[in-house]
């Protein structure tokens, strides 16, 4: 089993930053991809950052140029920073990690981190 611990969540004012961690643990061997979604309040889950082992990285529309992740030195680290966040950032953000199994893939998921802007 896969264990993901995000941290980094909290309340800001609309155009301040923050950074969110996700440190996987467990049975790493054979993640291939980790990332980040999120769920506003009646809304689906939706993507905002992705990026596989070899550093390839992808974002969603909403997020690009002003969010950024990346891999910490540890493989099994992973960061989003967020800058210029705006009311409509505001969610429960989630860290997944992505295993290949034949044809299907798993998806492992964090309890979740809540960030909040204000206007």
């Known amino acids: 089993q896969v264990r993901l611990v995000e941290s980094g969540g909290g309340l800001v004012q609309a155009g301040e930053s923050l950074r969110l961690s996700c440190v996987a643990s467990g049975s790493i061997f054979g993640i291939n991809a980790m990332g980040w979604y999120r769920q506003a309040h009646g809304k689906q889950r939706e993507l905002v950052a992705h990026i596989s082992s070899g550093g390839s990285t992808n974002y969603g529309d909403s997020v690009k140029g002003r969010f950024t992740i990346s891999r910490g030195n540890a493989e099994n680290t992973i960061y989003l920073q967020m800058n210029s966040l705006k009311p409509e950032d505001t969610a429960v953000y989630y860290c997944?990690?992505?295993?290949?199994?034949?044809?299907?893939?798993?998806?492992?998921w964090g309890q979740g981190a809540q960030v909040t802007v204000s206007s």
């Open positions: 997944n990690a992505k295993r290949p199994l034949g044809y299907a893939v798993a998806d492992y």
